[in-house]
């Protein structure tokens, strides 16, 4: 028979996307500055590359938005 869920463990996943959701922005702040970097000293290579890890940086942001919006009312309407 399975365990009723604990609320504090939604509350800890809640808390975790959160901060995994500020660590990602903060590295997307970082590709921006480096991408406009990389135009200034009209370093192809280097825009090619930060375009890339931008991009996957982008799509880790949604992941985690996604799971925020799925996990963000079973957490917050979890009885005692």
């Known amino acids: 028979m399975r365990q009723p869920r604990r609320p504090e463990s939604g509350l800890l996943l809640l808390r975790d996307l959160r901060q995994l959701f500020l660590a990602a922005q903060a590295v ?3 590709w921006i500055y480096l991408g406009q970097v990389a135009q200034a000293v009209r370093d192809q290579d ?15 942001i ?3 938005k996604t799971r925020m919006k799925e996990a963000g009312p ?7």
């Open 28 to 30: 997307n702040v970082h």
């Open 46 to 60: 280097l825009l090619t590359e930060v375009t890339a890890h931008h991009k996957e940086t982008l799509t880790h």
């Open 62 to 64: 949604k992941w985690i």
């Open 74 to 80: 079973q957490a917050l309407t979890v009885e005692d």
